[in-house]
């Protein structure tokens, strides 16, 4: 008998389980242990990458912190993991203790997982099979002193493989998908197929995103769209699914993308700045 089955209910004298699925591992009570502790997890997805669907993460993450929520920003782009950099918090190293992985805090509100915060070398590729990075993104979960959230945001790298499957799986059937994409017809082809994964793993597809949606005017502020407009919200309306709102092409995001600083944190008043806020709308009406 091990020591974690002492005093468990299904031990039998002879140092049996009378359990017949067996009893859950230590490892896996750690991660439900973790889990019971956050409230809601939101995966943000997308089945096309240059999407920027980083960005929307990273956006989302930072709005619902400066709404009063304790939120938890994962960052599972184990080849290229861009949200250090958005957060202007490349260079930091999460702290050890008590055996946990203490996450980067952003502020009061916001602490920020990532595995660009373990690679010393910014120029090192990161050359991994899938079940290398499968028990990375378990480890960052349960690993992780992540504490009492009101929001887990994860930011899962393009398409429908290891790592967005394995966050899904780890989070469990309540995790919700955010799906981002851009209005041209090709991007919207490949979302298409990240909605219906998501919900064949039985999780809820939360809303779709269209970003990148006309272009934001330096001079006047009118958009204009240079690209199509209205394949987000028309694929949502095809698949069934909430349509959370278009984020045009703002030169700002882009800069402050660049420069380190989170949009929403200095332009939350500007006409982009908004239309993030009512995208997290729903997120913040969702029960305690």
Not at 75 to 80: F, L, M, T
Not at 117 to 138: H, M, S, T, Y
Not at 204 to 212: L, P, W, Y
Not at 269 to 284: N, Q, R, V, Y
Request: aromatic fraction near 6%.
């Amino acid at each position: 008998m091990s020591d974690a089955c002492n005093g468990c209910s299904s031990a039998t004298g002879d140092g049996g389980c009378s359990n017949p699925n067996g009893c859950p591992s230590q490892e896996d009570m750690k991660l439900k242990k973790t889990l019971s502790r956050i409230k809601h997890k939101v995966v943000v997805m997308s089945g096309k990458g240059g999407v920027g669907k980083s960005t929307v993460a990273a956006n989302i993450a930072v709005a619902l912190a400066l709404a009063g929520k304790k939120v938890g920003l994962l960052d599972v782009d184990v080849h290229g993991p861009s949200i250090p950099r958005l957060l202007s918090l490349k260079g930091n190293a999460p702290k050890v203790s008590d055996g946990k992985m203490e996450p980067v805090q952003w502020n009061r509100n916001l602490w920020v997982m990532s595995l660009g915060f373990l690679i010393p070398d910014p120029n090192q590729a990161v050359i991994w099979r899938g079940p290398v990075k499968i028990g990375l993104i378990k480890q960052f979960v349960e690993d992780v002193a992540w504490g009492d959230l009101d929001f887990l945001v994860v930011d899962c790298p393009p398409g429908t493989g290891d790592e967005p499957l394995s966050t899904l799986q780890t989070l469990g059937t309540d995790a919700l998908g955010v799906i981002v994409t851009t209005p041209q017809g090709v991007a919207v082809d490949d979302v298409r197929r990240s909605i219906s994964f998501v919900r064949e793993l039985e999780n809820t597809v939360f809303g779709v995103i269209e970003n990148m949606s006309g272009f934001v005017c330096p001079d006047c502020g009118a958009i204009h769209n240079i690209f199509s407009s209205g394949g987000g919200e028309e694929l949502a309306r095809e698949m069934g699914a909430n349509f959370l709102g278009r984020v045009p092409i703002d030169p700002e995001v882009a800069r402050s993308g660049d420069e380190g600083y989170p949009f929403m944190k200095v332009h939350k008043d500007t006409s982009t700045g908004k239309i993030f806020a009512e995208i997290i709308k729903p997120l913040l009406a969702l029960p305690e």
